[in-house]
Every structure is written in structure tokens, then in C-alpha cells.
T-cell receptor, first 115, second 115 residues
């Protein structure tokens, strides 16, 4: 069974640039969620994708966008990067219909630094 | 809306001592509750969860948590900790019937086990 994998693991961007982060979900999972974890904070929900559509969004501006592909992998795109976007970005996969639906399987994250 | 408060940001403890990590939540609807653990430079792993039934839930590595609806708490306990338990612990909540991965996390508690 393949777990959740994310790429890249680390990256550095400058303010105003754009970034794309990638995630492969765990085998058999059909839902992908993205979280932002700032240093010393708990993860914050960005959005979730199911059946290739956004299915729930947290309090993040439209410059945070995403995609889900037919194989359930996903991308997180962030435009016009700001210094406060520096964080660990976590991808999590799950089964949409699972009881509780909150048993998320997390990747190790992509650490973004914005200079 | 739901919210989670972890009452201690850091908990230092000696090996083989008992520990309690406190978590309180706020919600106007019924919720599911979770504890996740994050080891250094890794993603989050589910430690245990409360969905329904017995209010005392246990993990395979000796942790337990008790759902207390009247006090809106879900404290995590272990009678005897090991060095390997050193990690960040996150309490999380999602509303019942929530389809998908929107979890609300607390700020985290850093458990540091000293020899």
C-alpha cells in the first residue's frame, strides 16, 4: 500500500512568484485535503477535492487554488506569494464516505519559504 | 463553527512518568474528535479517535483519551511515557456527518520526555 507522497519537500520562492505543490494520494482514497501549517501552529484547512471538484474551503483567498486529477492526485497552486505564505503545506487523503471522514492520512509536507 | 483549545503549549516530563495533554473544544453540533501526533520533520499520524460508543478510546502504543461531553474535553493520557513519545500532539475536531477532510486543529502541545 503506497502512502501519501508530496513534492517538492522544500522550496524557496520570492514575493510575488507563483508555486505549485503536488500530492499523490494513498491507494484507494478518493479525497484530497490541503492544510497550511505555519511555524508553531496547528494545521489550517485550505480546501478539499472530491471527484475533481472543490468540496469545501477554509478561510483562504482565491490566489490559493487547486486541482484533482482522475487518478486522485492533486496540486495546490499559490499565486502572488506573500511572506506570510511561508509554511509547511500538508496534503492528506481519505475516503469521502468513511465514517467520521476525518481519518486523514498525511504526507510529510512541502516546506515553502517566501523571501 | 467549531474550535479547539489545547491548554498547554509545552509539557516536559521525565521518562516513565504519567502525562496528560489537555484539549477542550467548542461546537454547537455533535462532533468527532481526534488526536494526531507529529514527529520531527514528518507529517501527522492519527493516534486515536472518538466517533461514537465508549467514551474511552485507546491507541496501540498505550495512549488513551476520554470524551467528556459535559466538559467539552478530550484529554490525552499515558500512564508511563517513553523517550520515543517526544513529539507534537494535535487535538482536532470535525462535525458529525462532515463528508471529507475538514478538521479543525488545536495549536498543538509539544511533549518532551527527558531521561
Amino acid at each position: 500500500e503506497t502512502g501519501v507522497t508530496q513534492s517538492p519537500t522544500h522550496l524557496i520562492k520570492t514575493r510575488g512568484q507563483q508555486v505549485t505543490l503536488r500530492c499523490s494520494s494513498q491507494s484507494g482514497h478518493n479525497t484530497v485535503s490541503w492544510y497550511q501549517q505555519a511555524l508553531g501552529q496547528g494545521p489550517q484547512f485550505i480546501f478539499q477535492y472530491y471527484r475533481e471538484e472543490e468540496n469545501g474551503r477554509g478561510n483562504f483567498p482565491p490566489r490559493f487554488s487547486g486541482l484533482q486529477f482522475p487518478n486522485y492526485s492533486s496540486e495546490l497552486n499559490v499565486n502572488a506569494l506573500e511572506l506570510d505564505d511561508s509554511a509547511l503545506y500538508l496534503c492528506a487523503s481519505s475516503l469521502f464516505s468513511a465514517p467520521g471522514a476525518g481519518e486523514l492520512f498525511f504526507g510529510e509536507g512541502s516546506r515553502l519559504t517566501v523571501l | 463553527a467549531q474550535s479547539v483549545t489545547q491548554l498547554d503549549s509545552q509539557v516536559p516530563v521525565f521518562e516513565e512518568a504519567p502525562v496528560e495533554l489537555r484539549c477542550n473544544y467548542s461546537s454547537s453540533v455533535s462532533v468527532y474528535l481526534f488526536w494526531y501526533v507529529q514527529y520531527p520533520n514528518q507529517g501527522l499520524q492519527l493516534l486515536l479517535k472518538y466517533l461514537s460508543g465508549s467514551t474511552l478510546v485507546e491507541s496501540i502504543n498505550g495512549f488513551e483519551a476520554e470524551f467528556n461531553k459535559s466538559q467539552t474535553s478530550f484529554h490525552l493520557r499515558k500512564p508511563s511515557v517513553h523517550i520515543s513519545d517526544t513529539a507534537e500532539y494535535f487535538c482536532a475536531v470535525t462535525r458529525v456527518y462532515n463528508q471529507g477532510g475538514k478538521l479543525i486543529f488545536g495549536q498543538g502541545t509539544e511533549l518532551s520526555v527527558k531521561p
